[in-house]
């Protein structure tokens, strides 16, 4: 499992998500259950460009005051909130993680 989807799945079992968590590579965006509403879960790996993120109804789910985890955020760079929290994930040479929020 890819380093993003491994991260979103722990902070979703934090936040006691009911169902199964996983990528949502096909239909770019999953929702989950919770006790504090609604997850949404995005990977935008297969936009071609921003208006995809607009016809998806991108602004419903980001402006909903929900959690939106985003997986490939620099395919849609200008839809981002400025609120948002960015977090990275760097590899190391020897494999080991270092995660980075801004």
Same mark, same amino acid.
């Given at each position: 499992m890819p $380093?993003?989807t491994t *991260?979103?799945?722990?902070i979703?079992d *934090?936040?006691? +998500? $009911?169902d199964s !968590?996983?990528?949502p590579t @096909?239909?770019? +965006?999953? =929702?989950?259950?919770?006790a504090q509403g /609604?997850?949404?879960? *995005?990977?935008f790996?297969r936009?071609k460009?921003?208006? $995809?993120a @607009?016809d998806?109804?991108?602004e419903e789910?980001f402006y909903?005051?929900n959690?939106? *985890? %985003?997986?490939w /955020? =620099?395919? %849609? /760079?200008?839809?981002? /909130?400025e609120?948002?929290?960015i +977090?990275? %994930? $760097?590899v190391a040479?020897?494999?080991?993680r !270092? %995660?980075?929020?801004k």
């Amino acid at each position: 499992m890819p $380093e993003k989807t491994t *991260f979103i799945k722990a902070i979703c079992d *934090f936040l006691n +998500v $009911e169902d199964s !968590t996983s990528s949502p590579t @096909f239909s770019i +965006v999953n =929702e989950y259950s919770s006790a504090q509403g /609604p997850i949404y879960h *995005f990977d935008f790996y297969r936009l071609k460009n921003e208006q $995809e993120a @607009f016809d998806l109804g991108y602004e419903e789910y980001f402006y909903s005051d929900n959690y939106c *985890f %985003i997986e490939w /955020p =620099e395919k %849609i /760079p200008n839809l981002i /909130p400025e609120d948002a929290a960015i +977090v990275q %994930i $760097e590899v190391a040479d020897d494999q080991s993680r !270092t %995660i980075k929020l801004k």
